[in-house]
């Protein structure tokens, strides 16, 4: 049975499933069971026209919580969590999720594992190890959703082809606790 709670609410449940190492069918339940109230991230919510923009909302040692925006036609490419779980929940609009495991090292070379999955609002991906998440153009909306990782992490791989290089990146936020991220400080 789905319920809504508070932003603070759902934080309570994911520090519990912190201490048990967030069990894999555990958290897959909470989070399609445990909905936010009407109007509780929208102090997070804004868009970019070049890019997705990510939001923390809360960060301690054991996981971190984000709310991404994705305006129509952007997205993340292939990428890892550093062997982290990822969870991720559309909010609002529709995404696309594709999920792939690596095949080869040496060459680098990816598969995707089953076939990509388009989520409505409440949809639940995870945990996925590497993955893309787009907001196709078709979709005709922007959206948002949420991710939960298990252990914060400051880099991670991207994969610029299913068979070409892999580089480091560095993450960013553009806004932490609803507060907007000044570069260069």
Known sequence: ????VTVEELLTGL???ATQNFPKEEVDAYLTQTLLDEGALDSCVSYAEDRYTRHLI????DFELLLICWASG??????GHEGELCWA??????LRFSNYAIVSEEPLRLE???EPIDGSAGFLDGPAEIHAVENLVAFGENAASLHVYSK???HCDVYDSLTGPRRRVSLAYDTIHGEPVTTGS
């Open 1 to 4: 049975m789905q319920r809504c």
């Open 15 to 17: 520090k519990s499933l």
């Open 58 to 61: 809360h960060k301690d040692d």
């Open 74 to 79: 952007q997205k993340a490419p292939i990428h």
């Open 89 to 94: 929940r559309v909010e609002r609009g529709k």
């Open 112 to 114: 995707r594992v089953g």
């Open 152 to 154: 914060p992490y400051s």
